[in-house]
Structure formats: C-alpha cells, structure tokens
C-alpha cells in the first residue's frame, strides 16, 4: 500500500522519545477497555525485547558481590541474552565503531548511551539441533523421562559422572566444533560459514551425546569471547557478563561463559529480564524514578554470581587457539574450491 508523505507523517508520527519517556495522555479508553486497565495509565515508549533484556539485566545493584564492575561503570558490563539466538549489548558513553558488531545507536537501550550489539545467529537452536539429531537421542529422552528431569538437565548430571578426576570441560579436549551453522552474525559477518565438527569416533552412545553437546556450548561460549575481544580491540572495555534469557537457566552454558571469557557472570534474580526491562520503562513512565538508570538499580536483582575456574584458563586457551582455527581452515578450503 503506498502512503502519501502526508499521510504516512500522520500515520507513523515524527516524534521521537527515548525509551521510557510517557507517552500521550497515557492509555487511551479504548485501549483500557480491552485490557482491563484504568484509562490514562501511563504508556512508555518501548524497546525492542532484546535490548528490553539488556535493560532488565544490566544495571543491577552488585555491591556487596566483591565484582570488579563494582566501582566501574555501567559501561564495563555486557548483557548476553541468550535464547534461540543470542545477543551481546555493551554500552558506551562516546560511539564507538566495532567492526562486524551492530551500532553504535543512541540511547537505543540506555538513554544517554551508545549501544553496540553483536549477536550469534544459533545458539540454543543449535543446541538442539545436535542433541535432537543425535542417534542416541531417543535413549537420552527416554532416560529423562524417566527421571522427571529435562535432557539437558540429565546430560549435565550425564557429564559429571563420566567426568572422572578432571573437570567436565576437558572431556573435549580432541572435539572442537565451529557453531555457524547458520552464517556468522558477529564478528565476522559472514553468513556464508557454515558448521564444523572435528574429532568425531564411530562410536554414537549416550557419552558421546554428552560430549558433543559440551563441545558445542563450548564453541557458542567462544564465540561470546570473539565477540568481546573485538569489542574490546574497538575500545569497550568489558570486565563482567550479565546473563538472562533461557539458556541462562542452564547452569553448564553458564559456568562455561565464565571459563572461557574469564569473567564473572551474574544471572538476575528474575529469570525473566525482558519483563523486567518492560517493567523498569513503565516505572519511568508513571513517574516512579526520575531515570532509566535509578529504575535499573533499584529494579534489576542480583539472584547469583559465577565465578570462572581461572586454573582451567591454560586449557580454554589451547581450545580457543583450536576455534579460531577452524574458521580460518574453512576459509582456506572454500578458496581452494573455488580456485581454478
């Protein structure tokens, strides 16, 4: 449908508010009606449900934990929010330009502040993607069943009973894999890569399950590291993760975050955080904080900090030398194909 200028000014309006500005003359009777809601309630301008999440999660009141994002500022924390796909905000007092991260955007999250968003196009679909398409896959679903658990909850028991004296991590110490199944959004930007696993057996038992799926949370969690070495190559400067959205509930995805960034990772008391950062913009709205940033503080809750196992760095180092390899061979052998 084509729009006159006119009409298209009227119809999407040129007026543009930060996110939790109030808007109009709060919610219209209409609107009220079909929401069982008190008419004139004040109405915030709203934000994408990621960057909600950030919002919801980023600003949390850490005293007390012994963080080094303590004494710093907000802009040294990164909020991942991680679902199907996964999303890493920073925030910037002054633009900073990372190649292959989107961004910056102006007061896009944080008003007053430069957003960067980089982003892994599969994470948790990925997940699932290799446990589902596992043979042992049926043994693994019946086994959970069973035990009234989720599959990921049994693989991670799975883990640490054929873990011997070593931590889980090293059960894949000859399985690597490259996460883009489905292109690379950040750093690379490059959605011609596609997924690569080395060090495959012929073996396809319920321990290889497990370790397959150990590998490839590894490689999304080395993925975050690639995208914060690059933000921090631009000038960010990141000394702590602020994790929310559903793979946030499992606690391997986030010990692994952890390890392999060397950073500590604090995961909200509201699992939720795209709620809560809905509900901090409604509480700008109504006039209950004066600002976006004290609505964070006083909202967002702190549920658990985890720490990384600095002695497994040498390790997580090795294997990270390994991803970044992987990526630059696969490179190699779509030169070779296409050459002459």
Not at 31 to 42: E, M, V
Not at 73 to 79: F, K, Y
Not at 187 to 212: C, E, F, N, R, Y
Request: aromatic share 6%; glycine share 10%; net charge neutral.
């Amino acid at each position: 449908m084509h729009l006159s200028h006119h009409m298209s000014k009227r119809t999407v309006g040129n007026q543009v508010l930060p996110p939790g500005a109030s808007l109009g003359h709060g919610l219209t009777p209409e609107a009220a009606k079909d929401l069982g809601l008190p008419a004139g309630i004040a109405v915030a301008a709203s934000l994408i449900d990621a960057h909600a999440g950030g919002l919801g999660v980023i600003g949390a009141d850490v005293r007390g934990y012994g963080l080094a994002c303590e004494g710093q500022p907000v802009t040294s924390r990164l909020a991942v929010i991680c679902g199907t796909s996964s999303c890493h905000m920073g925030i910037s007092k002054d633009p900073i330009f990372v190649p292959g991260v989107w961004g910056p955007y102006f007061s896009a999250m944080v008003p007053g502040f430069w957003l960067n968003e980089g982003g892994q196009s599969v994470t948790g679909k990925l997940i699932d993607h290799m446990v589902q398409g596992h043979a042992a896959f049926p043994e693994l679903q019946a086994k959970a069943t069973a035990r009234c658990q989720s599959v990921y909850a049994y693989l991670n028991s799975h883990l640490d009973l054929i873990k011997k004296a070593r931590p889980v991590g090293f059960l894949t110490v000859d399985l690597h894999v490259w996460p883009d199944f489905h292109g690379n959004r950040s750093p690379l930007a490059d959605l011609t890569l596609k997924g690569m696993v080395t060090g495959l057996k012929l073996s396809q038992d319920l321990d290889d399950l497990a370790i397959l799926y150990l590998a490839t949370v590894q490689a999304i969690a080395f993925g975050t590291r690639l995208i914060i070495e690059a933000m921090e190559a631009a000038g960010h400067s990141i000394s702590t993760l602020f994790l929310c959205g559903g793979l946030s509930k499992n606690p391997l995805f986030v010990q692994m975050h952890a390890d392999i960034t060397g950073m500590p990772v604090v995961l909200s008391q509201e699992v939720e955080s795209v709620l809560v950062g809905a509900a901090i913009l409604g509480a700008c709205a109504s006039g209950d904080f004066a600002s976006v940033q004290e609505a964070m503080a006083r909202m967002s809750k702190v549920g658990k900090v985890v720490l990384p196992r600095l002695e497994d760095k040498r390790y997580y180092d090795k294997k990270y030398q390994v991803f970044l390899k992987l990526v630059e061979h696969q490179k190699e052998y779509a030169a070779i194909m296409k050459g002459d």
